[in-house]
Nanobody
Framework: VQLQASGGGLVQAGDSLTLACATSGRTSGLFGMGWFRQAPGKEREFVAAVSWWSDATYLGDATFYADAAKGRFTISRDNAKNTVYLQMNSLKPEDTAVYYC????????????????????WGQGTLVTVSS
């Protein structure tokens, strides 16, 4: 599985931005995709994730958010485009970071507590800069 992140940029506080993570390669069973971010001088942290069962779509998607993202960020996916999105609203300067998309065969909630080194797939980062 390969991941390609895009959508970063420079915005002002209060603005919105949508990140996209396109996937290639086949997946099966339980699969989760998420967004992590790393600010300068800080450790990489979980932002949001979505998980689903490829072979049981009737079960729907599960999402999980970090506290900092709740109410402002929304993660979603377009199955037809094999793309996961992170809609970010009401951006704050403290949201400034390099955002990475990741994937692993796990639930969204489990991904939130996984060590970065244990997550199997990573995309390249995309820089989000929020000016005050």
């Amino acid at each position: 599985v390969q991941l390609q992140a895009s959508g970063g940029g420079l915005v002002q506080a209060g603005d919105s931005l949508t990140l996209a993570c396109a996937t290639s390669g086949r997946t099966s069973g339980l699969f989760g995709m998420g967004w992590f971010r790393q600010a300068p001088g800080k450790e990489r942290e979980f932002v949001a994730a979505v998980s689903w069962w490829s072979d049981a779509t009737y079960l729907g998607d599960a999402t999980f958010y970090a506290d900092a993202a709740k109410g402002r960020f929304t993660i979603s996916r377009d199955n037809a485009k094999n793309t996961v999105y992170l809609q970010m609203n009401s951006l704050k300067p403290e949201d400034t970071a390099v955002y990475y998309c990741a994937a692993h065969s796990t639930t969204a909630q489990s991904m939130s507590v996984m060590l970065s080194k244990m997550i199997r797939y990573w995309g390249q980062g995309t820089l989000v800069t929020v000016s005050s």
